[in-house]
């Protein structure tokens, strides 16, 4: 079964400080993953995917996700965390032609 | 470029009356999915369609939700009659066709419901 597992349930982190939010994925076949933002009492924002290439994907907002097919990994990764980041992540992977989303982490970055 | 749109943003209901949510995706875009995000969970599919017809309603209760977008553009979800596990956001999305290298998904705010 095609699945999608966020093992932390918050992450702090203080401003200005990497920070990394983790995804792991099952799949058979070539995984599609996404990562999406949400902000409290809005819908969810697209920060970037992976189809095929490059194993490090840019997004929107300075994230940056890197792919691991040995570690079926698809971390969530900034340099530098802003105040403004604190949300809920989502990691979603598309199965045989619908998405699964993982249970969501919530940043949580300190200024 | 207008995004999904939805509406009620929120909607208080007692518990076994009905209520109808809507959506009108962005324009072109031929698959329209509602999702049901329960407090601390992530979003899951409720019902998927490819224009005006039924991609995949595996998850639907269908004993009391249903769905539809006549015209392979806006559509309604309704719930009748609702029950206190129905409390839950309502997202609405819509993508210009299925599958990843054609397209993103893009939400709408959500219609956020609460049965009493």
């Known amino acids: 079964a095609q699945s999608v597992a966020q093992p932390e349930d918050q992450v702090n982190v203080a401003e200005g400080n990497p920070l990394t939010v983790k995804c792991t994925y099952s799949?058979?076949?070539?995984?599609?993953l996404f990562w999406y933002v949400q902000y409290p009492n809005r819908g969810l924002q697209f920060l970037l995917k992976?189809?095929?290439?490059?194993?490090l994907v840019k997004g929107s907002y300075g994230f940056e996700a890197e792919f691991n097919k040995s570690q079926t990994s698809f971390h969530l990764k900034k340099p530098s965390a802003l105040v403004s980041d604190s949300a809920l992540y989502f990691c979603?992977?598309?199965?045989?032609?619908?998405?699964?989303f993982g249970t969501g982490t919530r940043l949580k970055v300190l200024a | 470029e207008a995004g999904v749109a939805q509406s009620p943003r929120y909607k208080i209901i007692e518990k076994r009356q009905s209520v109808a949510f809507w959506c009108n995706p962005i324009?072109?875009?031929?698959?329209l999915y509602w999702y049901q995000q329960i407090l601390g969970q992530g979003p899951k599919l409720l019902i998927q369609?490819?224009?005006?017809?039924?991609?995949?309603d595996s998850q639907l209760p269908k004993d009391r939700f249903s769905a539809e977008r006549l015209k392979g553009v806006d559509s309604t979800l309704k719930i009748q009659p609702a029950k206190l596990e129905d409390s839950a956001v309502y997202l609405c999305?819509?993508?210009?066709?299925?599958?990843?290298?054609?397209?993103?998904?893009?939400f709408g705010e959500g219609s956020w419901l609460t049965v009493v």
């Open positions: 999305a819509s993508s210009t066709d299925w599958g990843p290298r054609r397209n993103t998904i893009y």
């Open positions: 799949v058979s076949g070539n995984p599609y």
């Open positions: 992976y189809i095929t290439g490059d194993n």
């Open positions: 979603a992977v598309l199965g045989t032609y619908k998405y699964i």
């Open positions: 324009s072109g875009h031929a698959t």
């Open positions: 369609f490819q224009n005006n017809g039924v991609v995949d």
